[in-house]
């Protein structure tokens, strides 16, 4: 399947591992844990982010109704536990010593649990959300910019009668919406989203994951757009619990690797699925937008979505736009971690992107993560040899070294990062200002054939964003 560029001012992502680009690095957000009031104890160890999130599992079982969540300290690179002890003194110790930085907190995961219920129940509005933020041990609660008036009223009312110690509420620029793309590009019933991961499904036939929103936009998907079907929804599910399609090759011979494609020939291998965990950082691959990073800031969010009300997702600060949704969230370390389902803002001015888990929707549709000739040899899945040692990987020593791997340093200091000022700014880069703002996000600007910047910059020539012309991007 053909891909749309990477965009500049993104992290690239070369064959086994991530490299920062000079002025494109992307730096994760510092979480001191000795802030919080986590405990420096010396058993506590290094850990490093996936193996943190295989930890936090184990002491959820371990600790039962002590354990109140838990975070990635990037400063110390240790798991940070929230512990609810009481005078049970024994939780403690046996978190420290699994390994764990244990800090003991006031709310449990059930007291939060009933709170996210309450607001479900009295402040179900669209254009709100809920997370929960085991950093500060509290529901974050986010209201976009369409919650005025008696809306707002009636969402800050519900937070405040929580108490003052169980949630905090903050506004978003933005407005939340579902985008429609993520990894390589598919199109349907005149949509345009993106394939999140490749599976196989409980029948042992070959299919991919999407988001549900896509699934039940249209029955049946083409890797091209106006070109003949390949695959077809076999189960889809938005709104409700959860943003998940599974979709079938019609071809039963279809060979589909366990990958992510992350532009300019390079892919990251997907070896299994992983739960989120808060704190850590994260990659994620659009059709519309490229490859891009953050931090995921929370866990089990509702979104309350025009559409209707999603629950169970990730809340991350990964920007997306429209033409991103069912695309690939997933770790350096090749872990599958999510489905993009929606949020708010740009890539340019940033934003709330929430994402569906995918060890989720792996269970709900009884499917496994990757295929039996999933990897299609070694050197096809990695481009050879000289790539995977780097030669060529991300286009030869001068591209690594930043010379033109994204434009040339004009473009990494943001000069020409995204096409030109026309499409840092949003105007035609993904069918124009009004589709970023959710005006257009079904047709609009989206008729159009691109731009002269987007299609003529540098060494991006001839990718533009003509084939989007009519298509509706989500």
């Avoid at 808060?278 to 691959?285: A, H, I, K, S």
Wanted: overall charge negative; glycine content about 18%.
């Amino acid at each position: 399947m053909s891909h749309k560029r990477i965009p500049k001012r993104k992290a690239i992502i070369a064959v086994g591992g991530v490299a920062a680009l000079g002025a494109a690095a992307l730096l994760l957000p510092n979480a001191n844990a000795s802030q919080d009031g986590a405990s420096n104890d010396a058993a506590a160890k290094t850990l490093k982010a996936d193996d943190a999130s295989d930890l936090a599992s184990q002491l959820q079982n371990l600790l039962g109704d002590a354990f109140a969540g838990s975070y990635y300290d990037t400063d110390s690179k240790q798991l940070v536990v929230n512990v609810v002890s009481g005078d049970d003194n024994n939780v403690i110790v046996q978190a420290k010593k699994a390994g764990a930085a244990v800090r003991e907190v006031d709310n449990s995961l059930a007291e939060l649990a009933a709170g996210a219920k309450t607001l479900k129940t009295e402040a179900t509005i669209p254009g709100t959300a809920w997370a929960l933020d085991p950093k500060t041990n509290k529901i974050l609660v986010t209201a976009d910019s369409t919650v005025t008036g008696a809306k707002w009223d009636t969402l800050e009312s519900t937070v405040q009668s929580l108490g003052s110690n169980m949630a905090t509420i903050k506004k978003s620029a933005g407005t939340f919406k579902t985008f429609v793309s993520g990894g390589d590009a598919i199109f349907g019933g005149g949509a345009r989203c993106s394939l999140g991961f490749n599976v196989t499904a409980g029948d042992g036939s070959p299919a991919f994951l999407t988001a549900g929103h896509c699934g039940v936009a249209a029955e049946q998907w083409s890797d091209a757009q106006d070109g003949q079907p390949i695959a077809t929804v076999d189960q889809a599910t938005f709104p409700g619990d959860g943003d998940f399609a599974l979709v079938k090759y019609d071809d039963p011979a279809t060979v589909a690797p366990s990958e992510v494609n992350v532009g300019d020939g390079q892919t990251v291998q997907i070896a299994q699925a992983e739960e989120a965990t808060v704190g850590t950082q994260v990659f994620r691959m659009g059709s519309t937008t490229g490859l891009n990073d953050g931090t995921v800031l929370g866990l089990d969010a509702t979104v309350n979505y025009p559409e209707g009300t999603v629950t169970g997702l990730i809340q991350t600060d990964v920007c997306a736009e429209p033409g991103d949704s069912g695309g690939s969230l997933f770790t350096q370390a090749g872990g599958a971690v999510g489905l993009t389902s929606g949020g708010s803002g740009d890539c340019t001015a940033g934003g709330e992107t929430f994402f569906q888990p995918v060890t989720t929707a792996l269970t709900a549709v009884g499917a496994t993560l990757g295929a039996g000739d999933a990897a299609g040899g070694a050197g096809d899945a990695a481009g050879g040899a000289d790539e995977q040692a780097g030669g060529d990987a991300v286009g030869g020593a001068d591209e690594q070294a930043g010379g033109d791997a994204v434009g040339g340093a004009d473009e990494q200091a943001g000069g020409d990062a995204v096409g030109g000022a026309d499409e840092q700014a949003g105007g035609d880069a993904v069918g124009g200002a009004d589709e970023q703002a959710g005006g257009d996000a079904v047709g609009g600007d989206d008729t159009g054939t691109g731009t002269g910047d987007e299609t003529g910059t540098g060494d991006e020539s001839g990718t533009g964003t003509g084939d989007d012309s009519g298509v509706t991007q989500h």
